[in-house]
């Protein structure tokens, strides 16, 4: 069987959980496409451009159907709970779907629904490469039940409102998804062998205009508290240290379960776990950064000093278009809380140059409050007009060229604020997650400190190893940053592994 895993983190996980539950039903693997028997394509659908890498792979997979040994193609994920329809009609090489709010069905669709079914070749090609059994995997139990969802009540006004209707999507299922895996659920873990994501809610409320993902992902749902917990520790007997949790809104959790600062309080709990060395949270919401959510990152050690942000613009216009709100004054008054809160965090972000009516003098208050907030990392995505998305009714569309051209001067600026910035790690001394050779040379190798999450900000080559003849990957290091280029740097080991 093979396995090809599209998109974000968010889909990674629901990869990992279905290739767990079909390695528990006796599907093996192999690193070659063409000799698998069944082959699994989990999609992505936020972006037009997601959409089309989606359509192309499973095209791809198709041709293994004729030229390779594959019987059976299955298409997982969000292109699911759009097209559900659509892509059996248009692509009749595929045999069955499988969209996110059932992924146990994924063994029905691959014909291991009975324990004793035979096992298959099982391949995966994911982006961030072979995976891996890990101890323990296979003696998981035998039998799993998902968590049953709950709501807040802003979803259910939402609801109401017709937030996650999908009533004009042609060929496309009534019934949202309201699955959450859990601590009983087994999981094929992809991510390098010391790190692992965690994903601790599902789904999302906010209306922003637009973002299609509460549509294809449902309302907002927490998993049980003690169910992370549970999942962490065993990742962390299994070997993981740095656990970075993940959701579409992390900093929501625990709203739905009658939690007040329930992301504060999971940090808590799980920063107590012996031998987790990192612990990060990404994707926060810019006005769910409490007090005390900053408290507790201050106050533990191994809570990594790092916040992700999406402020997706600066225009207090553009983001009342957006259903967000707030602006730039606000958003500074944060950050300042934020760095004098958590001395030294890292600051990432991400922006949508282009959405409708995005005016010159919008996009240079942007540029001025770049400027000003001095983001360590940040994105920057061109505006998608997609269709069941609020914002695709909206007039004053800006042209393509101009996007271009906008996100072009955003990453140039970014570049030189992120060249200063970094200048000043020149000299430090900081501890660093060793992740292997460099793609691009053997002669170097890559990194990542707590200021740096997996796979999405810039990278540390280490081209020293001090005393050491060479390095181990998933170990922690000691190392002095000798150099700073734009979004990376340099760094030389000066002991460890500690
Ligand atoms: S917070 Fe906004 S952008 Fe993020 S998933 Fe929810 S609706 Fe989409």
């Known amino acids: 069987m093979g396995f090809i895993s599209l998109g974000c983190p968010k889909n990674l996980v629901d990869s990992e959980v279905m290739m767990g539950l079909l390695d528990r039903a006796g599907a093996r693997l192999t ?39 594959a019987k059976r193609l299955i298409v997982a994920g969000c292109l699911v709970e759009r097209y559900r329809d659509e892509i059996q009609k248009s692509i009749p090489e595929v045999d069955a779907v499988v969209g996110t709010g059932e992924l146990e069905a994924i063994l029905e669709a691959a014909g291991l629904a009975t324990p004793t079914a ?29 968590e049953v969802a709950n709501s807040r ?41 010391s790190s692992a994501y965690i994903k601790i809610a599902e789904g999302c ?9 509460p549509n294809l992902r449902g309302k907002f749902r927490s998993r049980r508290f003690e169910s992370v917990v549970a999942e962490a520790q065993q990742l962390v007997a299994r070997g993981v240290q740095e656990i970075t949790l993940i959701g579409q809104d992390t900093t929501c959790y625990g709203e739905d379960l009658g939690l007040k600062d329930g992301l504060a309080l999971l940090l808590d709990a799980l920063a107590g776990i012996e031998g987790l060395r990192w612990l990060r949270f990404l994707y926060a919401y810019p006005n769910r950064i409490t007090t005390r959510l900053l408290e507790t990152i201050a106050r533990h050690d191994n809570i990594c000093k790092y916040l992700d942000v999406p402020l997706q613009h600066a225009s207090p216009d553009l983001l009342k278009r957006m259903k967000r709100g707030a602006g730039a004054g606000i958003f500074l008054k944060t950050l300042d809380k934020v760095r004098a809160a958590v001395p030294g965090i890292a600051l990432r972000t991400s922006f949508i140059v282009g959405f409708p009516g995005e005016s010159s003098s919008d996009f240079a208050l942007l540029e001025e409050f770049i400027q000003e907030a001095r983001f360590d990392w940040l994105g920057v995505f061109n505006y998608s007009d997609e269709e069941g998305s609020g914002a695709f009714s909206l007039d004053a569309k800006v042209p393509k060229r101009t996007i271009e051209a906008r996100k072009r001067r955003l990453m140039k600026l970014q570049q030189s604020i992120s060249k200063r910035a970094k200048q000043q790690w020149v000299g430090r001394e900081l501890v660093l997650l060793a992740e292997g050779e460099s793609d691009e040379t053997p002669l170097l190798w890559e990194g990542r400190t ?12 280490i081209n020293d190893f001090g005393d050491l003849e060479t390095l181990e990957p998933g170990r922690f290091y000691n190392a002095e940053i000798t150099e700073a280029h734009e979004y990376d740097v340099v760094a030389r080991v000066v002991s460890g592994p500690l």
């Not at 000799?35 to 394509?41: C, F, K, P, W, Y």
């Not at 035979?118 to 995966?124: R, T, V």
């Not at 090609?125 to 998981?140: F, H």
């Not at 200021?451 to 540390?460: M, Q, R, S, W, Y």
């Open 31 to 69: 690193a070659h496409p063409e000799e698998a028997e069944i082959l699994i394509v989990n999609t992505c659908s936020f972006i037009d451009t997601a959409k089309q890498e989606s359509v192309d792979t499973i095209l791809e997979m198709a041709r293994h159907k004729t030229s390779g040994s």
């Open 118 to 146: 035979a096992p298959s070749l099982f391949n995966i090609l994911s982006g961030s490469g072979q995976a891996e059994v890990r101890p323990g995997q296979e003696s998981r139990a035998a039998t799993h039940k998902a």
């Open 153 to 193: 009540a802003e979803g259910d006004l939402r609801e109401q409102q017709g937030r996650f209707r999908r009533d004009d999507w042609q060929g496309a299922t009534h019934l949202l998804p309201t699955y959450l895996y859990d601590e009983t659920t087994p999981r094929f873990l992809t991510t390098p062998r």
């Open 205 to 213: 409320d906010h209306p922003c205009t637009f973002c299609v993902i």
């Open 450 to 461: 707590q200021f740096h999450a997996p796979e999405i900000d810039g990278k540390v080559y």
